[in-house]
């Protein structure tokens, strides 16, 4: 892989897909810039254009992981469609399975800060989700709840899941958060 073939519209991807490549074959802390700079066919002075060290490309990817999850959030508007949260369910697992960092970081101790960096973010998320519509305080904070819990649900399953090595097909495991949203949560939502 080199950045003029066409592949890749910039370094950081082709930084970040060969991160995503070694981490296929060896723990990330063990990932150095050699690894990634020889995998991805990019000079080490780009490297480090982009990146200081390893660990500002790792907190580079949370970053964008984090970003990325929240984007598929924002898109869900929960609604009693079976269709519509089984979509949106898949595209979760999919997005899990398909990015070897995140399905990594369920198995690994790193994965614990991750966890701290991303529930850091949801709190925010569910606050200020919370501050929207016209709603009396105590259903504000019932709703927050509610969500702060479909977090926790979500998580826990994508945790079991990839720590299962994606046993199940995307699909099933999909269905599974759909039943428990549409029956366990939804109805106490509104």
């Given at each position: 892989m080199n950045e003029s073939d066409g592949r890749y519209s910039t370094a950081e991807e082709a930084i970040m897909d060969s991160f995503f490549l070694l981490i296929k074959e060896k723990d990330?802390?063990?990932?150095?810039?050699?690894?990634?700079?020889k995998k991805s066919g990019i000079v080490r002075s780009t490297f480090y254009n982009h990146y200081e060290s390893v660990i500002d490309?790792?907190?580079?990817?949370?970053?964008?992981?984090?970003?990325?999850i929240f984007?598929?959030?924002?898109?869900?508007?929960?609604?009693?469609?079976r269709d519509l949260c089984r979509s949106y369910f898949l595209a979760i697992c999919n997005y899990t399975k398909d990015n070897?960092?995140?399905?990594?970081?369920?198995?690994?101790?790193?994965?614990?800060?991750?966890?701290e960096k991303t529930l850091t973010m949801f709190h925010r998320y569910v606050?200020?989700?919370?501050?929207?519509?016209?709603?009396s305080e105590e259903s504000?904070?019932?709703?927050?709840?509610?969500?702060?819990?479909?977090?926790?649900?979500?998580?826990?399953?994508?945790?079991?899941?990839?720590?299962?090595?994606?046993?199940?097909p995307a699909e099933k495991v999909a269905d599974v958060m759909?039943?428990?949203f549409l029956n366990g949560v939804l109805p106490f939502l509104f």
């Open positions: 990330y802390d063990k990932i150095t810039v050699s690894d990634i700079v490309l790792v907190s580079a990817i949370e970053d964008k992981t984090i970003d990325d984007k598929l959030m924002e898109s869900f508007h929960p609604k009693n469609d070897p960092f995140l399905a990594n970081l369920f198995k690994s101790p790193r994965g614990d800060s991750f966890m606050t200020e989700t919370g501050k929207k519509g016209d709603v504000r904070e019932h709703f927050t709840f509610m969500i702060a819990g479909t977090i926790g649900f979500i998580v826990g399953v994508l945790h079991k899941w990839t720590a299962e090595n994606f046993a199940s759909t039943e428990n």
